[in-house]
Structure formats: structure tokens, C-alpha cells
């Protein structure tokens, strides 16, 4: 049973994945693949330097990351390169960690956290979706606290992505984060025990 966690910039998504991992959960972390199909050297870095050019490359070699996202901004051709590039490496390298760790507890749950599960195809790779959703409001509110923005720029980013209620109709569970951190544990702890039932009984 793979579980796709997903959520919406500053709803929680972070929060909750280490709530499942404080309960014994196995989390594939989609950013952390993110980050080392394109580590300096990897075929992925390779295929990004040979379209971008040297010059997306800070002088140790590493992605330019700013300049990376300024570029994709302003070219929607250059993106679709660019996640033609990292996508389907990101899947791999999460479906590899997977099956190593069944190999080791076969029958056990994986959750895969991925900030953009229904943006791309990824949502068809799991067998269940969880939504960490907060109205509106308070995913504002968060966002400009954590990130220190004002309301306007806070407003703009929000505005970047799928919206939380059209990813709401989606997915198969919520997660309700509008509350205490301790309304999101009790969940949590109620979501995980139905899954581990369900996986001693496969
Ligand atoms: N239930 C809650 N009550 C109050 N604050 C919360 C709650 N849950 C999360 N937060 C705070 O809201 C902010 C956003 O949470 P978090 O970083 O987990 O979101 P995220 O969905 O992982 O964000 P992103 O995808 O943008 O990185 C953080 O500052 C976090 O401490």
C-alpha cells in the first residue's frame, strides 16, 4: 500500500509528514529526489548543463537554483524540459527506494510525500491520496508568518499553485490542519492505525 501525502504551500504538508514518520511510518520524500537527480555529476545534472548551458551552474558546480527558477518563470518550454528531465528520474529513484524497503518489511505501508502529487501524473503511481487542507485563510496567514511575506507577495505565491479546494475534490482523504498541532496528531494517529490494520489483514 503506498500512501501519496500531499498538501498546498504552508497547509501542513511538512508538519504532518513527521507526525506519520514520529509513529513509525516509512516517508519516501519526493523533494529529497528531487535534489539528488540533479547532485553535480548525475546524468540528470548532465542533461540540464548540456540544454541550460554552463552558465545554470554556480562555480562549485552545483544547479543554479535561482536562476534555474527566474529561467523556468519566464519560459514555460524551458519547464516542460526541465521536469521532462527530473520527473521520471524522481519516480524512479522514489519506486527503487520503495521496493528496497519492502524487500525488507514486505506488507508494510510507505507514504510518499510529494508537493505536486496532482499536478503531474505521480497521484497514478499510489493507491491512496491524503490531503492536508486548511481553508484559505489560514493557509494565508501561516504562509506569511513562516515566510515572512507581506500579504500581497503571501497572495501570489498561493495563487501559483492548484488550489487547495480543487485538490480537495481529488483526493481520497483530508487531513483537517486548521486546528491545534494536537487536532492534526489525533488524525494522524487514527489514519495510522486504520492502515496498519488494513495491512495485517492483506
Ligand atoms: N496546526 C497548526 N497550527 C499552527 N501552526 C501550524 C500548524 N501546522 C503547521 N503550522 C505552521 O504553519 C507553517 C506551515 O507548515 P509546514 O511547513 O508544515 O507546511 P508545508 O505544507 O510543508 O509547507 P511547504 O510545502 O510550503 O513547505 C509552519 O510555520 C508550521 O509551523
Not at 548551458?53 to 514555460?76: M, Q, S, V
Request: charged fraction near 25%; include cysteine; aromatic fraction near 8%.
Amino acid at each position: 500500500m503506498i500512501i501519496g501525502l500531499t498538501g498546498g504551500i504552508a497547509s501542513g504538508k511538512s508538519t504532518v509528514s513527521a507526525m506519520f514518520r514520529e509513529l513509525g511510518a516509512y516517508v519516501v520524500d519526493a523533494d529529497i529526489w528531487a535534489r539528488r537527480v540533479v547532485s553535480p555529476g548525475s546524468s540528470g545534472w548532465k542533461e540540464i548543463v548540456d540544454f541550460f548551458g554552463r552558465e545554470i551552474l554556480t562555480e562549485d558546480g552545483e544547479l543554479n537554483r535561482p536562476k534555474l527558477a527566474e529561467l523556468i518563470f519566464h519560459h514555460p518550454d524551458y519547464r516542460h524540459r526541465l521536469n521532462a528531465i527530473t520527473h521520471p528520474k524522481i519516480r524512479i529513484g522514489m519506486k527503487e527506494e520503495t521496493e528496497d524497503y519492502l524487500k525488507q518489511y514486505p506488507g508494510q505501508p510507505v507514504i510518499w510525500d510529494v508537493p505536486l502529487l496532482f499536478e503531474g501524473d505521480t497521484h497514478q503511481l499510489v493507491d491512496e491520496t491524503f490531503l492536508v487542507y486548511v481553508p484559505y485563510d489560514i493557509q494565508l496567514e501561516r504562509l506569511m508568518k513562516r515566510n515572512q511575506l507581506s500579504e500581497e507577495e503571501a497572495k501570489a505565491r498561493i495563487a501559483s499553485q492548484m488550489p487547495l479546494d480543487s485538490k480537495r475534490k481529488l483526493a481520497d482523504y483530508l487531513i483537517d490542519n486548521s486546528l491545534t498541532l494536537e487536532h492534526t496528531r489525533e488524525q494522524v494517529q487514527s489514519i495510522w492505525r486504520t492502515i496498519q490494520q488494513n495491512a495485517c489483514q492483506e
